[in-house]
């Protein structure tokens, strides 16, 4: 090959220089250099050929290549060799490992040109490279990407990297997208059946947007909960964590992060928001949650005076002499069967909560008649006539109920709970099953 080169380039009035030349080339090429005859045997070697493998050039020589060939790679590199055209130029190579002296494998890359001797006889030469430390330095970077992979897609959540649009269309997700979405990743990438952005809850997805944008124009990570739909449609909540990925010049390439279900410590943390808030046992708002929304109530009707509000106190009867006789178990079915009775009654825009075992408080909202005092308040104390039946016992209560509509209460919380209590103290002074409105103009409390 190199000859030929020369040959056609250099004068032959300058035969000697060639061959001085020629030979100077040959041996101190970077590379093996070859040729093999007919029969496939070396029939020119150059000293890297000892370089490289350890082996003598004249105890090679005469040998066929294919004994000093790993043995899977012989068959491909004989195609390779037998498949080369007489006299056409070769751009094409082949891998394959030669074996050293002392049985390592090294390996090269070969590249060869068929060509006739003066005989006529087809010879076939070239150059053999190492590319041992390429190839060891590839396969570590593979195995490196193996591992990365791997432990990318062993992650709980998923790795992204999509651009900032509107739709954030996905270039790759890591494995952890079918655990996350029920989607394959090839469902999402660049918007192929679906977008990232009709995964998210259509409540959040202009708070997704606008968190995202502000991160990427202050070059900080953005860092935000919020909720999507998987393929069975279910919602998930998950977290993000992510940044915009800029050119050294400063041109926006697009957005790169993770993001992992979160839903089970969101409910865990929604669990013990409500612990604080409502009632383990009934479910009922506890009383700081009850009165955030009766001063809701008082402000309202500041606005639309007409649409006024009720607070009722109801205070039950001897219902802890029962509670103390009876037990724990008949206490919390009582109390359960209470709380029932009170919601059957009321607006699902009301509330009540329990302030004692045997005193609750009602919110009556939007009341606009006068009327509705009087029959919510006989329908409460007759509902609350029937018999409670738990562990083999049957208890009949009575109750009494104060009324407090707001009008006396100078639109303060306080004032609106203590004209309550005391309108259902007068009541259960005057015999119990009755009810009383609050009116300092009528009745000396």
């Known amino acids: ?46 000293k890297n050929w000892a370089l490289i493998t350890g082996f003598r050039r004249e105890d090679s020589l005469g040998i066929n290549y294919a004994q000093f060939i790993h043995p899977e790679d012989r068959q491909y590199l004989q195609q390779y060799l037998q498949n080369l055209h007489l006299q056409q130029e070769n751009n094409d190579s082949v891998e394959a490992r030669i074996l050293t002296r002392f ?7 070969v590249n060869a040109v068929l060509i006739a001797d003066e005989s006529g006889q087809p010879r076939r030469i070239g150059t053999i490279t190492d590319i041992t430390e390429r190839i060891v330095e590839e396969e570590q970077l593979h195995a490196n990407n193996r591992s990365l992979s791997g432990l990318l897609n062993d992650l709980s959540g998923m790795v992204y990297r999509c651009r900032n649009d509107k739709f954030y269309t996905m270039e790759y997700l890591s494995g952890g997208c079918k655990r996350l979405t029920g989607y394959a990743a090839s469902d999402i990438v660049n918007n192929s ?51 915009g990925i800029f050119s050294e010049d400063g041109e926006l ?30 479910g009922l708002p506890k009383l700081s949650l009850f009165l955030d929304r009766l001063s809701r109530a008082i402000d309202y009707h500041k606005t639309k005076p007409e649409d006024g509000f009720l607070l009722l106190v109801i205070q039950f009867h001897k219902l802890m002499e029962a ?15 209470i ?22 408080v009602l919110l009556i909202e939007h009341v606009r008649s006068k009327n509705t005092i009087d029959s919510l308040a006989t329908r409460l104390i007759e509902e609350m006539r029937a018999p409670i039946l738990s562990c083999d016992k049957t208890h009949f209560m009575t109750c009494s109920v ?25 009541a259960a002074a005057q015999g119990g099953s009755r009810f009383e409105v609050y009116d300092p103009d009528t009745v000396d409390y």
């Not at 509670?323 to 069967?337: H, S």
């Open 103 to 109: 049985g390592e494998p090294r390996w090269t890359e």
């Open 339 to 360: 709380c029932t009775r009170m919601l059957n009654i009321i607006k699902n825009t009301d509330s009540v909560t329990c302030i004692k075992p045997d005193r609750y």
């Open 1 to 46: 090959m190199i000859a030929r080169i020369l040959n056609r380039f250099i004068p032959s009035e300058n035969r000697l220089e060639l061959d001085t030349y020629q030979s100077f080339l040959l041996e101190n090429l970077p590379h093996i250099v070859f040729e093999l005859d007919s029969e496939y045997r070396w029939t020119l070697l150059n």
């Open 193 to 243: 059946k679906l977008s990232w952005d009709s995964l998210i809850h259509p409540e959040d997805r202009d708070r997704v947007w606008a968190e995202v944008q502000s991160g990427v124009r202050e070059g900080q990570y953005f860092d935000m909960t919020y909720r999507m739909y998987t393929s069975s449609e279910k919602i998930k909540w998950v977290w993000e964590r992510g940044k």
């Open 323 to 337: 509670f103390d006789q009876y037990g724990e178990v008949f206490e919390a079915e009582a109390t359960l069967e």
């Open 253 to 282: 390439l697009g957005l790169e992060g993770y993001i992992t279900d979160v839903t089970s410590d969101k409910q865990e943390r929604d669990r013990y928001q409500n612990g604080q808030l409502y009632s383990a046992l009934t």
């Open 402 to 426: 104060g009324i407090s509509d707001g009008n006396h209460a100078n639109n303060k919380v306080d004032s609106v709970m203590h004209n309550a209590v005391v309108a259902v103290d007068h």
